[in-house]
């Protein structure tokens, strides 16, 4: 794995990687074998990010996209994009500000990732409304920090958590200074986690004056996904963990070794990889594969898996568990506190889009996410769909985007107090 790792040198580097290598081997069995999911991460050849994801998906079809850097309290240099108006389009700033907040171990690229027709960045841009997409810490889009490198452990040691109390903050206040209007947030997966805990501050919820939510997800007492409950089963998070590996990167050598872990031991079927993590999803194009991969999956932290595993072991929405003593410190209590659902102010309007084959979102997750809101959100359940299938379906236009639009048209206003 392209990692990052504590210890004395290359050395300790290479020490921690053997013995991680040995760890997975005793836990799995067939990992030398190797799987279609594996070789088809080792065969794509990812996009080079030098010149920003304007510049490699927007700019060549014809939208209008700018580059803009917003740097967090604690020193990371976030990549936004804005996308004024559709690709026909004469005036700028004309629609409501949508803000669009992609999910684990993607970047803002997965907007615009299909075609224009079927991917949401696009549809909203020319449907009227001013598009401006996040790319959190870490990803290709915002591997920037004001002191650190993405060598040093340092600048892997967050969870979701600082990317709702850091980088989203950071992000929409931008917006909202540049638009002097209230936002309409869109999230999909990890980008609903982070907007529902980040609505739950007072200085972040002023901002947003509707949010609609795709897989939305606080809690994970019921993931099924068959990857995801096999690493959670190994403890795959503490054994990278104690090996100082703290950036996590599914691109790299180590990243394909461990995928191969999970995947060849009789366990998990990974020749249908995407399956296996999220659950079945209709309409994805399997086609485009390999284009996909030129894109995905980003890097994320180690310690942002172990935050999502302790909400699958623990049933909490809450913070990252320090532990006793850690926990003291940090928040003054023994256990790190949760993410109140309830303090979400109810005239924050919801919608949110959720499928019946999801098996990370899963149905009885959502109802109890509904179920602790003071809002009463409006509910899009399509059956047939699983968890990808809200970003990537190619039916996702006429299944899921029109009525989102229409719940942002009824509930964003240019004129909403700043």
């Known amino acids: 794995m392209a990692m990052t790792v504590s210890g004395g040198g290359a050395a300790a580097a290479l020490a921690s990687t053997l013995l991680l290598v040995l760890l997975l081997c005793c836990c799995v069995s067939g990992a030398a ?25 927007l700019l060549p079809l014809g939208y209008p996209c700018t580059e803009h850097t917003v740097e967090t309290s604690d020193g990371f240099l976030i990549s936004l994009q804005h996308i004024p108006h559709g690709k026909n389009g004469v005036a700028d700033n004309t629609g409501p500000p949508v803000f669009l907040q992609h999910g684990l171990f993607q970047g ?32 290709r889009w915002s591997k920037g920090h004001s002191t650190l490198t993405v060598h040093d452990k340092l600048f892997w040691d967050w969870s979701w958590q600082e990317l709702a109390e850091y980088d989203l903050l950071a992000m929409l206040s931008y917006v909202y200074t540049v638009r002097q209007s209230k936002i309409l947030y869109v999230g999909h997966s990890q980008g609903t986690i982070m907007g529902l805990a980040a609505f739950t501050l007072p200085e972040i919820a002023k901002m947003i004056s509707s949010a609609a939510l795709l897989c939305p997800i606080t809690y994970l007492d019921h993931v099924s996904a068959r990857f995801v409950v096999r690493a959670v089963a190994m403890h795959l998070d503490q054994m990278l963990v104690t090996m100082g590996i703290h950036q996590l990167n599914f ?32 309409c994805f194009n399997g086609s485009r ?44 209590r023994l256990t790190p506190p ?37 809002t009463t959100p409006e509910l899009l359940y399509i059956g047939d769909y699983g968890h990808i299938d809200f970003v990537m379906s190619v039916k996702a236009k006429d299944d899921v985007y029109v009525d989102l639009m229409r719940f942002l048209r009824a509930n964003g206003s240019l004129h909403s107090s700043y």
């Open 33 to 57: 074998h190797g799987s279609s999911a594996s070789a088809a991460l080792r065969r794509a050849v990812p996009r080079a990010a030098a010149g920003g994801l304007c510049e490699e998906l």
């Open 338 to 374: 949760p993410f109140d659902l309830s303090s979400i102010p109810e005239s924050l309007r919801m919608w949110m889009g959720y499928g019946g084959l999801d098996a990370l979102a899963d149905v009885t997750d959502v109802e109890r996410t509904v179920k602790e809101l003071k």
């Open 289 to 332: 594969v390999d284009y996909y991969l030129e894109y995905e999956p980003h890097p994320s932290s180690t310690k942002n898996l172990r935050h999502l595993f302790e909400m699958i072991r623990k049933g909490t929405f809450a913070r990252y568990d320090y532990g006793l003593w850690g926990n003291l410190k940090r928040y003054g």
């Open 108 to 139: 803002g690229d997965t907007w615009f990732i299909n075609s224009a027709e079927q991917s949401l960045g696009y549809i909203l841009a020319d449907n009227g409304f001013d598009v401006w997409i996040g790319n959190v810490r870490g990803t």
């Open 251 to 282: 691109r790299s050598d180590m990243g394909v070794q461990i995928v191969d872990s999970l995947c060849d031991d009789g366990h998990v079927d990974c020749n249908d990889l995407l399956s296996s993590i999220t659950g079945e999803n209709c």
